[in-house]
């Protein structure tokens, strides 16, 4: 976001004792001089907040936002049309609902001046996204969108583009407190969690099933489904030959199956399938990925670092462990050159780790390179240092010979293939110092 | 020394006096122990010239059935998913249990661990079970295995191995006891699970007589198994399959080195029951319903088959019912003497079983082998007494009353429509 201090940037406004609202379309008999508060109709006017009365407004909410470069704004919508970052929603533009709506923003209003002027005019995302957070009942919280593909959004976030990112940030460094909300299933092609969830064959993928019974036939003890029986309106035992003529004297029902119309494979139990509907890509259950979403509340250290006009204290766990990593083995390096100490960096692929995600998704991909990067963190010396990279796992052992290694390597890596229900293809291999700035991943 | 301490009778007695005492042993039992060994000793030496290979990694499916087996379904299943060979599919039956199995099969399915699960309700017994699974598997190699056993991890690679021969349609593996240690009974079983499976079926291997390619864990071409109709009525529905594979012109072979181990019945009642249900079986179907096989006037007589009924005649019914007809003899001709005759013959078991266990061994040693040693001295008369006891009531139970037909193996409504033979 670019700064520019405007009439309506929320310095213009800390002065004023009266708040202005922009009124966005609304007919004339709505109003009268008994309002806390004055009315603008032009957005270059100055103003704290906007009150869109009817849906010829409701287009240009955002855009008279974006041009104000106020993402602090207070929004209500008494139109019919949906504008999900609002925060105020009452539809029907009545006298009573217009008297709520001003209610609602002066309250926001109010917190929004008691922002040090350095956070109203701070235009880090994670900055306006925490100011938000405290002028909006100090919670961010999540609601189900269907008109996006990820299903979820955040209206107290505005316009903030995917504002989770900068909450978890946040959540990170304690200003803002996590809690689960829901899990979506995301489409591996397009990251939509607009899917249509439903039974497949587990042959040929196709949803045209049906039930069908089995039958057991007593005296050649055959058991099949009974369209294998079925002959016309007689039953007769294709393995036999024999007529089934009587229920429960020469045959009984004792299961259920499901079939397949469009191959006619017989499943015992029939799998969950994805259908994404906007890129129409189909995929196993186990293959898609699914997705956290959470909601966050304000914390005491996240308020007290707000109201002292300071958001800092930001962490990124990876970034911290790659600069980490480089700064160790950095030093290593330089130790090594000096004092002529040894030292070994190993890295551990896993050749076959696009091939487990094929067969087994994801979900079980993921497990599995958490489950591997454990037990190599279980398996070396306190003194070593791990790093998970995206495609590799790196590991620094100070003072050791690379001589030293081979032994452990060869056990590291017989526990992963052992331990892990899928082969990752792990493999362990050195890593010359040439080689290293190419391993490790520019920034997270 | 008295007459009747057995070194004294050794050390004195006649040779032919002793070849006219101990004839039941010398004509009967060794024979057929050193024919097993050194069947077994050629058999190692030309293992590896015949050893097949299959090519590829075909799907191997796995059937599974069991009736309310919710405790060991867990762990026989994942033994399955340690198998070295990977290109499998684990189907599973659950025939009409209420001990919550189908809830365990619904869990494993949801892990991933098992790739079908059929349910039966009413029970249907394991032969319809088996077959609805076999229409339910996918690959062209079938292994049937029981709900109690847990296998080596190279146990489906090794039992498939033979079927990479065209003319091969069944492969029985081998058999372990699991819990030789629980009770004296079980030990026993395990030497017996030693000497006949192990070593016994390797001798039959030899001279491709393999007659039952074992419910516990065997495999099959699924051209074989359709070519017969999958299996009949039980009970005895493994043996009953392996016959009519046979007579179809399959061949069956024993695969030695396919290890799967199972619990055997630790108690003596447990034992009995079984037994008594297998020695029934083998009557209703050898002599009965598969009788044209020995009949050489008959269309279907073979000579390979009836050389393996020849060995089931001689090894299970002559030697069974000729035992005691011997002891009678015995008492008749050297009155209290021949309890020292009896001991001689016993301790000539025991070093039979002796060399027939270290053979067995010799041949295939499994880590731990060696606790079952103890057993192996009171196997012989346990084998004499207990077994040929069970064997020759069954037989008469069968041939008298037909009672295999009222087992409770298979689901009474089931039973009554069966064929009789």
Known sequence: MNLTVTQNSPTAHAAREVPQFLLLSSPPNLLRDDFRCRFVFGDEEVFEGIIVVNGHGADDVEAIVRRSNNFLLPIANLSDAAIPFADYHGQGASRGRLEDAVDALMRICESVRQLPESIRLNDEAEAILLARVHTRDGILAPAYDASVGRMITYPAAGLIDEPWRHADRLAEAGLLSKHFFDRFHCCPSCGSSRLNVREECSTCHSADLFDETTIHHFRCAHQAVERQFRQGEKLVCPKCSRELRHFGVDYDKPGLTTACRSCGHVNDDSLVGFVCVDCESKHDGQAVATRDWYEYKMTAVGERSLLSGEVTSRKDGRKDALDTFRLMVGQGLRISSRYDKSLTILKIAFAKADQVRKQHGERVLAQARTHALEIVRGELRDTDLVLDTEDNILVYMPETDTGQTETPHRRLIDRIRSTLRVDLGAEASLVAVEELSRLLPMHP | ?421
């Open chain 2, 1 to 421: 020394m008295s007459v009747f301490d057995p070194t004294y009778f050794l050390s004195n007695a006649e040779p032919s006096t002793l070849i006219g005492m101990l004839w039941f042993l010398l004509i009967l039992d060794i024979p057929r122990y050193t024919f097993a060994c050194i069947s077994v000793v050629v058999y190692e030496v030309f293992r590896r010239r015949r050893k097949h290979t299959v090519v590829g990694e075909p799907l191997v499916s796995i059937v599974i059935v069991g009736h309310n087996e919710r405790p060991t379904i867990r762990r026989c299943i994942a033994s399955l998913r340690e198998q070295s060979y990977r290109n499998i599919e684990i189907i599973c039956v659950d025939d009409g249990s209420n001990d919550g199995m189908a809830e365990e099969l619904s869990k494993l399915r949801a892990e991933g661990l098992v790739d079908g699960a059929l349910t039966t309700n009413p029970r249907c017994g394991k032969p319809s079970a088996c077959n609805l699974a076999f229409g339910r598997a996918r690959g062209d190699l079938i292994v049937n295995a029981d709900v109690d056993c847990t296998f080596d991890r190279d146990a489906i690679a090794n039992i498939i191995a033979p079927l990479a021969d065209p003319k091969v349609g069944a492969v029985s593996g081998n058999i372990g006891v699991r819990n030789a240690e629980e009770s004296l009974i079980s030990g026993l079983q395990s030497v017996e699970y030693l000497i006949s499976i192990s070593l016994g079926k390797r001798a039959l291997d030899f001279f491709n007589i393999v007659t039952c390619a074992s419910g516990a864990f065997s495999a099959f071409r699924r051209q074989a198994l359709e070519s017969v109709g999958g299996l009949d009525v039980g009970p005895g529905e493994d043996l009953d399959l392996t016959l009519r594979l046979r007579k179809a012109g399959w061949e069956v072979r024993f695969a030695e080195d396919a290890w799967c181990l199972t619990n055997v019945p630790a108690t003596i009642p447990g034992f009995v029951t079984q037994r008594l249900r297998w020695e029934r079986d083998a009557i209703r179907l050898r002599l009965r319903k598969h009788r044209d096989v020995i009949n050489p006037t008959n269309r279907a007589f073979y000579f390979s088959e009836f050389l393996h009924n020849c060995e089931f005649l001689f090894t299970n019914i002559i030697v069974t019912f000729a035992f005691p007809f011997y002891l009678i003899w015995l008492f008749f001709q050297f009155g209290s003497g021949a309890w020292t005759i009896l001991v001689l013959v016993m301790m000539g078991y025991v070093l039979l079983d002796f060399i027939a266990a270290g053979c067995a061994l010799a041949a295939g040693y499994r880590p731990g082998a060696w606790r079952i040693w103890p057993y192996v001295i009171p196997y012989g008369a346990f084998n004499a007494f207990v077994m040929r006891g069970i064997r020759i009531y069954a037989y008469l139970q069968e041939w008298i009353f037909r009672t295999s037909y009222t087992d409770r193996y298979i689901p009474k409504r089931v039973l009554e429509r069966a064929p009789w033979y």
